[in-house]
């Protein structure tokens, strides 16, 4: 009994192979997964294996099949879409575009191979197949071509706006509805067409509004493999070092997991794909030119992931860059303006004493000796008779008309010394009848504008 309880505990974790799938190639088979079925396209004919049935459908030669077809290049050379229940082979060196139809193969294209795409990324959109990036004659591409079933002809797709990638190939592609994403992948040294280079950068692009945008860098540069494959919100990437990574787009973190054992043994030819809670893979036998394919649990596959973290690297200045700017620059203001504040000429508008002369800011103003009595004793009385002021300018020996006239003279120079040197125009010096007696003139000075020290005031 523990005997059949540790062989079905085996049987388990490492599940058999399938005799009926237990299939042979010729090396250079086209094998393409389209929902419910994987193509395996050879030279002469192909068939279908249905998942999750892992179903097999007999041979199904070509009778009627384009010169051109595989004369010069092996099926592997092409990429399978699927459009609604129609299955199209597009040639990866040129726009050459087959139909697959039942038991025939049909050109569709009006073009050439012209070999201006290699290792592009295909997809398809709005019932059109596209093709990304790619290179060819020393140059690589960075921007999208479809093939129109309508015209038969392959058109540009041209961005409107946003900040252009460089020239990428072999690049990863993730693609969720309208927006669809490239990172990691090989690009040319702008000063030197002859020379790779790793980019990790990622741009995002969003097919209806035909907008590109930057968002980052890679937290590491793991290469496009030919096991790297989407399914739903994930991406899983394979290392050449048999590690899995999981990116999951839904909030740009990655988990990595190792699974050596596996990973090392599945067949380049494939890319696997996951259905339901399953992972399907091919492993190939290359002695005997056969591969079986094998389900496996995803999480079985995958294992406890040895590491998570961010799938964006963390790029402070794209983050917090323009924020930064902004707040340099409103400092910089800020500090121009203080400066100037603080040193500019202020206007004084308000006149001070000091040894007994007055003064407005630094400057002394100029008042004779009689206008300085006769300000200063205004500036220290509110209400002056007139008699007060006679005292102050009269002189002795000439009729009472004249000091009249001086003192009227004086008051009127004192006014209008007051009005030129503050620039403004008010009356300082007034009179008014008497409070206490209305057959009395008295005098007031308007002190609004000026600023006295205590020592001053109280002499």
């Known amino acids: 009994m523990k005997k059949l309880f540790y062989f079905l505990l085996l049987f388990a974790f490492f599940p058999a ?30 068939y279908t294996i249905k998942i999750p049935e892992m179903k097999k459908s007999g041979l199904i030669y070509f009778v009627e099949k384009d010169s051109t077809i595989f004369k010069l290049y092996a099926p592997s050379t092409y990429t399978l879409s699927k459009i609604n229940t ?18 025939k193969i049909v050109r569709l294209d009006r073009s050439f191979m ?12 709005d019932n059109r197949i596209f093709r990304f990036g790619g290179y060819g004659f020393w140059s690589v591409r960075n921007f999208f071509t479809y093939f ?19 020239g990428l190939f072999d690049v990863n592609q993730y693609k969720n509805g309208d927006d669809i994403t490239y990172f990691n992948g090989i690009s040319l040294n702008p000063y ?30 793991f290469g496009n493999s030919n096991h790297n494959f989407q399914h739903e919100n994930y991406y899983y990437a394979f290392t050449d070092n048999g590690k899995i990574i999981r990116i999951n787009f839904q909030d740009d973190t990655y988990e990595m997991f190792i699974n050596e054992a596996l990973t090392s043994k599945m067949s380049s030819n494939f890319k696997p794909f996951i259905e339901g809670n399953n992972i399907y893979y091919f492993v ?19 294992g406890q992931p040895l590491q998570k973290g961010d799938f964006i690297e963390t790029n402070y ?14 400092i910089a203001i800020a500090l121009i303006a203080l400066y100037f504040l603080k040193n500019r000429k202020v206007k004084a508008n308000h006149i001070t004493d000091k040894d007994g002369l007055f003064y407005l800011g630094k400057a002394a103003i100029n008042f004779d000796e ?27 020996g000439v009729h009472f008309s004249h000091n009249i006239r001086m003192k009227n003279d004086v008051l009127n120079q004192i006014n209008l010394k007051l009005k030129a040197i503050l620039q403004v125009d008010t009356n300082f010096i007034i009179f008014k009848k008497s409070d206490t007696d209305s057959r009395l003139k008295v005098y007031r000075l308007n002190k609004q504008y000026f600023k006295l020290s205590k020592e001053f005031l109280n002499e």
């Open 17 to 46: 192979k399938s005799e009926e799938l237990s299939l042979s190639y010729t090396g250079e088979a086209l094998i393409h997964y389209a929902k419910p079925y994987i193509y395996v396209v050879e030279k002469d004919y192909y």
């Open 86 to 103: 129609t299955a199209y082979l597009s040639q990866g060196l040129g726009g050459l575009v087959y139909e697959l139809r039942g038991n």
């Open 114 to 125: 012209h070999k201006m795409q290699i290792n592009a990324q295909n997809f398809e959109y």
């Open 148 to 166: 129109d079933l309508n015209t038969k002809e392959w058109e540009a797709y041209s961005p409107v706006q946003g900040e252009l990638p460089p």
């Open 192 to 221: 030197d067409h002859l020379k790779l280079e790793q980019n990790s950068g990622i741009w995002h692009f969003n097919l209806r509004t035909k907008t590109w945008d930057y968002r980052g860098k890679t937290f590491q540069f």
């Open 284 to 302: 190939a036998t290359h002695s005997t030119f056969s591969f079986d394919l094998m389900s496996l649990p995803i999480t079985s596959f995958l």
């Open 317 to 330: 200045w794209l983050q917090y860059g323009q924020k930064a700017i902004t707040a340099i620059a409103f």
């Open 370 to 396: 009689v206008e300085l009595k006769v300000l200063t004793h205004l500036l220290k009385n509110n209400d002056v008779p007139n008699s007060e002021l006679l005292t102050l300018v009269e002189q002795k």
